[in-house]
């Protein structure tokens, strides 16, 4: 990954099959023990009925304009929403429920 997370707030993501799903508003890290340096990003999308989830982004492409990941629409609008998160570091078990989502389980330590 040659692009900083923190240049990704603002960008656009698109899912597997290049369609928009919204915009990259926060970019959380995982807890240390899940060995996940790449992060969830919180994607927000729509305009009247506004909704955030959060989008794993192991294995995306964070290069391209816009950030493309590998899950369909579908997967990242039934994603977890965790609406009053603080800090930049997602609690355990919300980040063990992201991981679940995409992944089908989460990862060990």
């Not at 989502?101 to 060990?108: E, I, L, M, N, V």
């Amino acid at each position: 990954m040659s692009t900083p997370t923190h240049e990704l707030v603002g960008r656009a993501l698109c899912d597997s099959d290049g369609r928009s799903v919204g915009t990259i508003t926060a970019i959380y890290q995982y807890p240390d023990e899940l060995r996940a340096p790449w992060g969830a990003a919180a994607v927000t999308h729509g305009v009247l009925r506004r909704s955030t989830h959060l989008v794993d982004l192991e294995n995306a492409d964070l290069d391209a304009d816009p950030v493309r990941v590998p899950h369909t629409r579908r997967t990242i609008t039934t994603a977890p929403n965790y609406p009053a998160l603080i800090g930049d570091t997602l609690a355990d078990h919300h980040a063990a429920d992201v991981r679940a989502h995409y992944w089908g389980a989460a990862q060990p330590a």
